[in-house]
Nanobody, 122 residues
């Protein structure tokens, strides 16, 4: 089992930045790919970014490309999402997930955190 806890969400103004963190515990995080997803109430969960366990492959949703950057520190069992140039449409609950292969499909991830709220205010 891998337990994931997200942090770093909050209220930020349009154009601002936030850094989300995902701390893993339990089984070693290395070996797992990690993804970030987001969800607005009443809407489907949306892929944001993923990174494979060695960081060799990174993919982003078109909507966040060049604004968001995913990284990981396997020694610290952590994954990060640096978000900049934030827009109101980035408002959502952001979830960290871990799975054996990097994917934009949420059902390919085995472990999920509880989410952290990001609100971008105009």
């Amino acid at each position: 089992q891998v337990q994931l806890v997200e942090s770093g969400g909050g209220l930020v103004q349009v154009g601002g930045s936030l850094r989300l963190s995902c701390q893993a515990s339990g089984r070693a995080f290395s070996g797992y790919s990690a993804g970030w997803f987001r969800q607005v109430p009443g809407q489907e969960r949306q892929f944001v970014a993923y990174i494979t366990w060695r960081g060799r492959t990174i993919e982003y949703a078109d909507s966040v490309k060049d604004r968001f950057f995913i990284s990981r520190d396997n020694a610290k069992n952590a994954v990060y999402l640096q978000m900049s140039s934030l827009k109101p449409e980035d408002t959502a609950v952001y979830y960290c997930a871990a799975g054996y292969s990097g994917s934009y499909r949420d059902y390919e991830y085995d472990y999920w955190g509880q989410g952290t709220q990001v609100i971008v205010s105009s």
